[in-house]
Structure formats: C-alpha cells, structure tokens
C-alpha cells in the first residue's frame, strides 16, 4: 500500500504571495489532517477534513484555509505569506473511525523570503 | 498552553541499555496517546500507542506505560539500538475512535543512542 504523499516538497516564496500544497491520503483513509512544524512551536494542528467537509479547526488565522476532494485527496491554501509561515507542513491520513493512528507523509519545506 | 509536555530536550544512552522517554499532560480528557519517532526532513512515523483504558502497551522492543493518576507515560525502548536515534514525539487525543482526531504533540524529546 502506498504511504502519504505530499507535493511540492521544497516552495520559496515571497511575502505576500499566495501557496497552495497537495495531499493524497493512503487508498481507502477518508481523513486527512494537516500539521505545522516550527523549531519554537513545535507541531501544531491546523484543520481535519472527512469526506469533503471540515470536522475540527485549529488555532490559525484565516489566511490559513484547506479542501478536500471527492477522492479524499487534500490541499491547503496559505494566502498572503508572511515570514513566520516558513515551516514544514505535514499531512497525515487516517482510516477515520476506529483507533487513531494517523499516518504522516514527509511533508512540504516552505520558505517565505 | 501546552497541554503534552517533554520536559527532556534530549536523552544520550548507550547501545544495548533501555531507553526511558518521558511524557506528561494536563488535559484529563485526553483518552489516546501515541508516540512517534521523526528523523530530519521527514514526516513523523509511528511507533506505538495506548487508551486510557490500558496502563501497558508492548510492540516488539517497544513499551508505552500510562500512569493517569500522575497523567504521566513513558516510552520504554530495549534494548536501544543506533537506529534508534531521532526525535521522538508524544501525541494525544481526545475522542478515541470517534468522530475526529486532532492530535496533540509534545515538543519532542532528542534520543541519541551511542555506539
């Protein structure tokens, strides 16, 4: 079975611009979630998509938005950038019900210059 | 507020001796814990987890203790291997087996198992 991937895996931009990051969940996981990693925050949840809708929402501003597709697969939009966006964002993907082991691809290294 | 807590930054043990990574939480209602283990420019993988409902979880060489009373688990590893060196993560939810599955994650704790 394949894992989690993530696309791009590197992204330069510039403040103020706009970014836009693929996930494609394991065959047959209905949840996708995203993650943020920082050295000074650590790991923090930004949202939880199941079957198309937004089930739980972490604390990030509005610029921070996601979606997922009929084919379980997820992207998450990041407008006006600013320079703390830089980190790496992480997916992870869940069967979404029964025991919670979530299952994380190698994520996206974004840098805001 | 940082409801998982790793108060070890990083842990040096030698090869063949056990490894005891610490975890602690504030929230009593956190009812699933897991610990995951993060090499650099990777993604988080997973190793192990319990329920609140359990006080011991065994997988090979690896053992997660919960002490909910002290709201306290630990990562046990034996014997410790240099493959085993990266960052290690505690995680937790609330929720188990329901409808959502937003995780918690402690700060890391940084294992380096030596030769």
């Known amino acids: 079975k394949a894992g989690v991937t993530q696309t791009p895996r590197y992204l330069i931009k510039t403040r103020g611009q706009q970014v836009t990051l693929s996930c494609s969940p394991i065959?047959?996981?209905?949840?996708v979630s995203w993650y943020q990693q920082t050295p000074g925050q650590g790991l923090q949840f930004l949202f939880e998509?199941?079957?198309?809708?937004?089930?739980n929402k972490g604390n990030f501003p509005g610029r921070f938005s996601g979606r997922q597709f009929s084919n379980s697969r997820s992207e998450m939009n990041v407008s006006t950038l600013e320079l703390g966006d830089s980190a790496l964002y992480l997916c992870a993907s869940w069967a979404g019900s029964g025991v919670n082991e979530q299952f994380f691809g190698p994520g996206t290294r974004l840098t805001v210059l | 507020d940082q409801q998982v807590k790793q108060n070890s930054p990083s842990l040096s043990v030698q090869e063949g001796r056990i490894s005891i990574l610490n975890c602690d939480y504030t929230n009593s209602m956190f009812d699933y814990f897991l610990w995951y283990k993060k090499y650099p420019a990777e993604g988080p993988t997973f190793l192990i987890s319990?329920?609140?409902?359990?006080d011991k979880n065994e997988d090979g060489r690896f053992t997660v203790f919960l002490n909910k009373s002290a709201k306290h688990l630990s990562l046990h590893i034996v014997p410790s291997q240099p493959g085993d060196s990266a960052v290690y993560f505690c995680a937790a939810s609330q929720n188990y087996g329901g409808a959502t599955n937003k995780l918690i994650f402690g700060t890391g704790t940084l294992l380096a198992v030596q030769p």
């Open positions: 998509y199941f079957s198309e809708t937004q089930r």
């Open positions: 319990i329920s609140s409902i359990k």
């Open positions: 065959s047959g996981h209905r949840s």
